[in-house]
């Protein structure tokens, strides 16, 4: 008869497939969610190991967004993560989050705007998966060359909150010509709403006033389709 899976810890697995010895030998993109998440948990308890911990986490909140996403007394209900470990959880996601926040460096993007397809190339990967919209702006000189990329909001699973002194401020202080407006559909239909259609039109009387002018808004999907407000005629 085969021993229970709470009897097995990290120590039965040979050294070089234990979670921190991959991640160092493969890098951290090597690992899959219930290693990634038994390092944050570190050790566990008795007759549980890290690993086991966080396949049960995986299992009652669905997925990694669910576990990231789970209140501090929800993930101390799952036994072996008391308050302490519930803490680190909620620390790792919330710096996963800032870090999203933070302005790309200028020097990652070196590349020239010549069609719709450079911006999706741009930011897709940083917002592609996102379970909220987030918006991002692209800021460019007067050769049209990308100079940044800044995450200006971070909205709800269907709406994005944005203002115009937020965009500008940043296109201001850059000393943009122009700029890129992109934003994800975290529901995967790439189609502009309404609201989407009125912040452009915002936005770009907001940019003719100050002398920026806003070349295009795309909306990306986690798959490959994207919508080009400027191809669209919608500018």
Excluded: W
């Excluded at 115009?164 to 934003?183: C, D, Q, W, Y």
């Excluded at 990306?220 to 994207?226: I, N």
């Amino acid at each position: 008869m085969s021993e229970p899976e709470s009897s097995f810890t990290i120590h039965d697995l040979p050294v070089e497939e234990r979670p921190r010895e991959r991640l160092k030998r493969l890098g951290p993109r090597a690992l899959s969610g219930p290693e990634l998440l038994a390092l944050v948990i570190g050790r566990g308890v008795a007759g549980k190991s890290a690993i086991i911990i966080a396949q049960e986490l995986l299992r009652r909140f669905k997925n990694i967004r669910g576990v990231s996403e789970a209140t501090l007394e929800e993930l101390s209900g799952v036994a072996g993560i008391g308050p302490a470990k519930a803490a680190q959880l909620k620390a790792c996601f919330e710096l996963g989050r800032r870090q999203d926040q933070v302005v790309d460096k200028p020097s990652r993007y070196k590349y020239e705007l010549t069609s719709p397809h450079v911006v999706v190339k741009a930011v897709r990967a940083t917002i592609q998966d996102k379970a909220k919209e987030h918006f991002k702006l692209v800021l460019l000189n007067v050769r049209n060359v990308i100079l940044d990329i800044s995450t200006i909001s971070v909205g709800t699973a269907n709406a994005s909150l944005v203002h115009p002194r937020e965009v500008f401020k940043k296109a201001i202080a850059h000393s943009a010509s122009s700029v890129v407006l992109a934003h994800n559909h975290p529901s995967g239909n790439a189609e502009p709403s309404e609201d989407d259609v009125k912040l452009t039109q915002r936005l770009v009387e907001a940019g003719r006033l100050l002398g920026i002018e806003v070349l295009d808004h795309i909306i990306v999907t986690a798959t490959d389709e994207f919508v080009s407000f400027k191809e669209r005629g919608l500018l």
